[in-house]
């Protein structure tokens, strides 16, 4: 199966790609791709359709400029680590009322801690907050803190006995690593939500020492999808179960695209596709139907003097060192050719120039790339990665300019 549903489940659905269908075609620079394509009837014909990229869907959202039927329409930014940023829209409420009737993380007796950042055109808090709404649980909207105030917020959570938080991985770390740091537990935290990165599963370690019953629960989504599907503890961490109201699809070449089957949905989401790898397939947890399992991104694949770094690759040799708990490649820039580029590394690497010198040998890009210069690649501990200030997102590569 190469669907989430089946024909018989999306029939009522396809009326919304149907309609997505004759919005691009209006879409100067996109409507002549779609011109010829027929109105889709089956799955069969709605795979046959061209896939949207992030460059298209921004091309019809500045078309096309939606508007929220009903009630306020927000406007949200994507991307901004590795790539250029990218434009969704949500209205009121965000979608989470659909999401909340198949997935109820949260419940009224919850004290939950919103950690995603809720500033500078990002949507994840502002999501998070819409399904706690839904459940009726008590919210402390906290958001982003400095490295400073992590002490007295955690004194502070564990004084109100927190039950859940939320927030990326990356911000997640944080939190829990400077409880255990500073040995403050938080004994009635169940509940652990992620969105907005690939689950990290150093986060088991912290949370067996600040919060062993704790449990994680995932979405899976982007700011032009919004949620496509979510997870329970009893789910693989990188598996997830779609919503009815949204139409995943691997293609031949094992990417993943979704299509919107929600008409209240402003994104003209038609077989779009985020970059990411994934399959199709029964879920360990037991639940009916066909889970979404992602493998990963397939874009991480970053030009280096002409050549292709597989970042990806890079990062997993180095993160299974003893004592590294996450890496991170920094590529700095200079006239748009890179300069330098340095492994970061997160834990204890007790010999970084042994490893400097294999990856350097065993990288076709690096050793090919910086034969005359290979001092310009470095492998360098730290004490924190490059994160995104403005979501707290830690991708696995950086590209800095040099002035």
């Known amino acids: 199966m190469t669907f989430s549903l089946t024909d018989t489940e999306a029939a009522g659905g396809l009326a919304v790609p149907r309609r997505t269908l004759e919005l691009l075609r209006t879409v100067p620079g996109l409507g002549e791709r ?13 795979a046959a359709l061209p896939p949207l990229a992030k460059d298209d869907l921004n091309t019809a959202l500045a078309h096309l400029e939606p508007a929220a039927e009903q009630g306020a329409t927000w406007l949200f930014q994507s991307g901004g680590s590795t790539g250029a940023p990218k434009v969704g829209y ?16 949260l419940d009224r007796d919850d004290v ?21 709404d839904l459940s009726g649980c008590r919210v402390i909207a906290l958001g982003s803190v400095t490295a400073e105030e992590y002490p007295e917020w955690l004194g502070f959570l564990a004084a109100r006995k927190v039950t859940a938080i939320g927030g990326t991985p990356s911000v997640l ?8 740091a500073a040995g403050i537990e938080l004994p009635s935290l169940r509940k652990v939500l992620w969105l907005g990165e690939a689950w990290q599963p150093q986060l088991e370690d912290d949370l067996a020492a600040v919060a062993p019953k704790a449990r994680r629960h995932g979405m899976f989504g982007s700011t032009e999808t919004w949620v496509v599907g979510s997870n329970t503890p009893d789910c693989p961490a990188d598996t997830f179960h779609p919503f009815p109201h949204q139409l995943v699809h691997v293609g031949a070449d094992g990417l993943l695209d979704f299509t919107s089957l929600d008409p209240a949905m402003l994104n003209p989401v038609l ?14 947890c037991g639940r009916p139907g066909p889970a979404m399992r992602v ?3 397939r874009d991480n694949v ?19 060192e003893p004592g590294v708990t996450r890496a991170q490649v920094l590529i700095t820039e200079r006239g748009g050719r890179a300069g330098r580029v340095e492994v970061l590394v997160l834990g204890a690497l007790p010999d970084p120039e042994a490893l400097r010198r294999e990856l350097l040998s065993s990288t076709f ?30 991708a696995g590569f950086v590209v800095r300019e040099e002035a």
């Not at 770390?173 to 255990?180: D, G, I, N």
């Open 302 to 320: 970053v030009q280096v003097r002409g050549l292709g770094l597989h970042v990806d690759e890079l990062l997993e040799r180095v993160e299974r």
């Open 365 to 394: 890009t690096l050793s090919t790339g910086f034969v005359h210069d290979p001092e310009n690649v470095v492998v360098r501990v730290v004490d924190a990665l490059v994160s995104n200030e403005r979501t707290g997102k830690t």
């Open 34 to 46: 779609y011109a010829d394509a027929a109105a889709p009837g089956t799955l069969a014909e709605l």
């Open 112 to 132: 939950f801690v919103n950690a995603w950042g809720a500033g500078r055109m990002w949507g994840a808090h502002f999501l998070a907050a819409g399904l706690a």
């Open 173 to 180: 770390r944080l939190w829990f690593a400077h409880a255990r």
């Open 271 to 284: 077989r779009y596709r985020t970059g990411d790898a994934g399959e199709l397939g029964p879920c360990p």
């Open 295 to 297: 493998l990963g991104r």
């Open 90 to 105: 949500a209205p009121t409420g965000f979608y989470m009322a659909k999401v909340f009737e198949h997935w109820q993380p």
